[in-house]
């Protein structure tokens, strides 16, 4: 039978299988193409398997800056200019990478950074993460905007997860979203700051990304044509989207939105309430009164709102450009962290995220003053490309290279780890 005797369907179908196997990219290529998740060797392996199965809206939406995307760029860029300056001669044969934090140790110094709309890159996201974290003793910071909802997480995972807050317009939802967070007991409450408006993400824009939230399988058709042809091309995602017929609603949101709504109206209720462009440093000392657990600030970047935040009593900061995804302009987390470690570091645990990649990566921002480090997209990578078991290679790789490189520089725990082991360029400076 001659190509021409199929019908569109088959064509669309046989093509696919084509590309699934490989066929149709030269082969130095098809080793790529046809990679799964227990051949990833590295995050980047993760990055490109997820990039395979998501349509390019979905993927877009999560690798995406904003406007020009260098605060991307410079995130990741921040780490490259460091160097770790290796010492040699001593005992490494046993490696220790567990790190205490608010009073609990966790098995590795980083924990997965809150990341919202996870249930529609991949069905159920948010508690393959939490459940992940759990399994791997880190620790795991649900998202305001999340698709489960913060009582299933810790159904999930008890004893791992926090809560970021995202403050809604009206008080009583903030007050009542803390509330419930304190009254489940978990680990910590995480304040976003840098989010006082939505911003100019730009791919966004170009595809309309904003159709596909909280929307039934019907609005997708308001898309473009030439996108919806290419999410096409990725079956497995659109099968999967229309079984569950559209988006998945936003969890933590629903019980505040009108009673029985769908999925959108509890989403289309939520951007109204979200950002909140009013919150101020008074609503954080609001947060500290109603929240008498571990209170972390998010987004915090200028040693001068981390010296106030410390003064109102928060527990710790999250050094973050939230990924790139806020100010195109912002510094890199990594630049800042010694400016705020000077600041505040005796007061205020400091953590950091945006732009890890690499086990080495953690190990340059605990030498700079980080005690704790976190990642958004790389476990997101790891679910997309493989469900639960994908969060769970992403965790694994950072493990092992942190493993690895301690070794390598001769520090066999954590607590040895400092500014010592970066080389200075200024040579004299040098220990
Ligand atoms: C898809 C996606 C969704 C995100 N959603 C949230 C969110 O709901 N709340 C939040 O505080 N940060 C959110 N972030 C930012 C992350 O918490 C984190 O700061 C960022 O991903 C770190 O950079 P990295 O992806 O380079 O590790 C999101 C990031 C991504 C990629």
């Known amino acids: 039978?001659?190509?021409?005797?199929?019908?569109?369907?088959?064509?669309?179908?046989?093509?696919?299988?084509?590309?699934?196997?490989?066929?149709?990219?030269?082969?130095?290529?098809?080793?790529?193409?046809?990679?799964?998740?227990?051949?990833?060797?590295?995050?980047?392996?993760?990055?490109?398997?997820?990039?395979?199965?998501?349509?390019?809206?979905?993927?877009?939406?999560?690798?995406?800056?904003?406007?020009?995307?260098?605060?991307?760029?410079?995130?990741?860029?921040?780490?490259?200019?460091?160097?770790?300056?290796?010492?040699?001669?001593?005992?490494?044969?046993?490696?220790?990478?567990?790190?205490?934090?608010?009073?609990?140790?966790?098995?590795?110094?980083?924990?997965?950074?809150?990341?919202?709309?996870?249930?529609?890159?991949?069905?159920?996201?948010?508690?393959?993460?939490?459940a992940a974290a759990a399994e791997a003793n880190i620790p795991y910071i649900m998202s305001g905007a999340s698709n489960a909802s913060m009582e299933e997480a810790m159904k999930r995972a008890p004893n791992h997860t926090w809560f970021q807050l995202y403050a809604a317009q009206d008080p009583e939802i903030t007050k009542a979203l803390v509330e419930r967070a304190r009254d489940l007991g978990v680990g910590a409450l995480v304040l976003t700051v840098d989010v006082p408006v939505s911003s100019k993400r730009e791919r966004n824009l170009r595809n309309r990304f904003q159709i596909m939230r909280g929307s039934s399988v019907f609005e997708a058709f308001k898309l473009k044509p030439a996108t919806i042809a290419e999410a096409l091309t990725h079956p497995g995602w659109v099968l999967d989207y229309m079984r569950h017929g559209g988006a998945p609603t936003l969890g933590n949101w629903a019980p505040y939105a009108a009673n029985g709504a769908s999925p959108k109206e509890v989403n289309t209720f939520a951007r109204s309430q979200m950002p909140f462009p009013g919150q101020t440093w008074r609503d954080l000392e609001n947060y500290r009164r109603w929240f008498p657990g571990t209170l972390i600030v998010k987004g915090i970047m200028s040693p001068q709102?981390?010296?106030?935040?410390?003064?109102?009593?928060?527990?710790?900061?999250?050094?973050?450009?939230?990924?790139?995804?806020?100010?195109?302009?912002?510094?890199?987390?990594?630049?800042?962290?010694?400016?705020?470690?000077?600041?505040?570091?005796?007061?205020?645990?400091?953590?950091?995220?945006?732009?890890?990649?690499?086990?080495?990566?953690?190990?340059?921002?605990?030498?700079?003053?980080?005690?704790?480090?976190?990642?958004?997209?790389?476990?997101?990578?790891?679910?997309?490309?493989?469900?639960?078991?994908?969060v769970k290679k992403a965790i694994e790789i950072f493990r092992g290279e942190i493993d690895l490189v301690m070794a390598q520089i001769g520090c066999p725990g954590l607590a040895e780890l400092g500014p010592d082991f970066l080389w200075q360029e200024d040579w004299q400076r040098n220990r």
Not at 59 to 68: A, M, P, T, Y
Not at 307 to 328: C, E, P, T, Y
């Open 1 to 130: 039978m001659g190509v021409g005797a199929l019908s569109f369907g088959q064509r669309a179908e046989a093509a696919y299988r084509l590309r699934l196997a490989g066929a149709t990219s030269p082969f130095w290529r098809r080793e790529e193409s046809t990679m799964n998740v227990n051949e990833a060797i590295n995050i980047e392996d993760l990055h490109k398997i997820a990039r395979r199965r998501l349509p390019r809206i979905i993927f877009d939406f999560i690798e995406g800056g904003l406007e020009d995307e260098r605060g991307l760029t410079r995130n990741e860029a921040a780490f490259h200019r460091h160097r770790l300056l290796p010492r040699y001669l001593v005992d490494v044969s046993t490696r220790d990478q567990s790190q205490s934090l608010f009073g609990k140790t966790y098995a590795s110094p980083f924990g997965i950074s809150p990341t919202g709309g996870a249930g529609l890159y991949v069905r159920g996201g948010d508690l393959m993460l939490a």
């Open 305 to 390: 709102d981390a010296v106030r935040a410390a003064g109102i009593g928060v527990d710790g900061i999250l050094v973050s450009n939230h990924g790139g995804r806020q100010l195109d302009q912002a510094p890199a987390p990594l630049d800042v962290l010694p400016a705020i470690n000077a600041a505040v570091g005796d007061k205020v645990t400091l953590m950091l995220d945006s732009g890890v990649r690499r086990g080495a990566d953690i190990l340059i921002a605990l030498a700079l003053g980080a005690r704790f480090v976190f990642f958004g997209r790389p476990t997101l990578y790891g679910a997309v490309a493989g469900g639960l078991p994908g």
